[in-house]
């Protein structure tokens, strides 16, 4: 006679492991292309922000070696000045916040050369670059 | 049990992972953080060349080569820089390089496998 004691005590941990190893798969099915999904459209926010700001350089006036620059926020997002260059090059560094519709005087020192500003532009924390054409 | 079947289930997944293959990214390169760069702008004088790299990414990341090409050609390398940069800041990279009047497209690369390129126009002094 084969005893058969504790049998269904083996075969439900069994088919606990095979039920619970069958769930972990399905659950890193789901993860890994939600996680590719997610490394595809991390730098996202940046671009869609980028896409709503909008800066425009109203006013260059150079006086001896200084210039003077009028940045104003015409874009439906916020953003934040980081880097001025004059002639490639680059004359300011920093933070300035301009909210919508905001404007900020700066002033600059143009680099040594030939004195007159060639080209002017002005970049954001997000990477934009808006230039004056003088 | 919450052990073993675990353990056994990543074991499992991991070998199905290698049996599809053909991924676009490993779990590694999912998880480490996004890497994003930019050159804000480059001037070249007197034998040296100077580059604004940004760092428009959320973590520190590591400015590892410079290149400077002529119509596709690699006229001057620099590599091994390992210059780190914040994030959100921007850095001036100063390199002597001998360049004549002409176009060259110099590129930027980090450590994280980051490209960012920008031309460089060169006139004559006179």
Redesign the interface.
């Known amino acids: 006679m084969v005893r058969r004691l504790g049998q269904a005590n083996i075969v439900g ?1 069994l088919l ?2 095979v039920i ?2 069958s769930m ?2 399905l659950v ?2 789901w993860i ?1 292309p939600t ?2 999904l ?2 595809e459209y ?2 996202e926010p ?1 671009l869609r922000e980028l896409s709503y700001e909008y800066l425009i350089v109203e006013d260059v006036w150079v006086k001896g070696d200084e210039c003077v620059i009028y940045v104003y926020n015409a874009g439906e997002i916020e953003a934040t000045l ?2 001025i ?1 004059i ?4 004359v300011w ?1 920093g933070k300035i916040k301009l909210e919508v519709g905001e404007g900020v005087n700066l002033v600059l020192k143009v680099p040594p050369g030939k004195g007159d500003v060639k080209t002017l ?1 002005v ?1 954001t ?3 934009g ?1 808006y230039y004056w054409g003088g | ?2 052990a ?3 353990v ?3 074991i ?2 991991l070998y ?2 290698s049996v599809i293959g053909g ?3 490993s ?1 590694i ?3 480490a953080p ?1 890497e ?1 760069i ?1 050159i ?4 070249y004088k007197n034998e040296e060349l ?1 580059v ?1 790299v ?1 760092n ?1 990414s959320g973590g520190v990341i590591t400015v590892s080569s410079v290149y400077v090409e002529d119509d596709g050609a690699t006229v001057s390398a620099f590599t091994d820089l390992n210059i780190v940069v914040s994030s ?1 800041d ?1 850095i ?1 990279l100063r390199l002597r390089v001998a360049l004549k009047e002409g176009s060259y497209l110099v590129r930027v690369t980090t450590i994280g496998g980051s490209i960012a390129e920008k031309r460089l126009i060169v006139w004559s002094e006179g």
């Open positions: 941990a606990l492991l619970v190893v972990w798969c890193w099915i890994y996680l590719e997610f490394k991390y730098p940046r980081s880097a260059y002639n490639h090059i680059q560094k532009k970049v924390l997000r990477g670059e | 049990m919450l073993i079947t675990s056994v289930s990543v499992l997944y199905v992972l991924l676009r990214y779990i390169e999912i998880l996004y994003d930019m804000d702008d480059l001037w100077h604004y940004r428009l959100n921007v001036e």
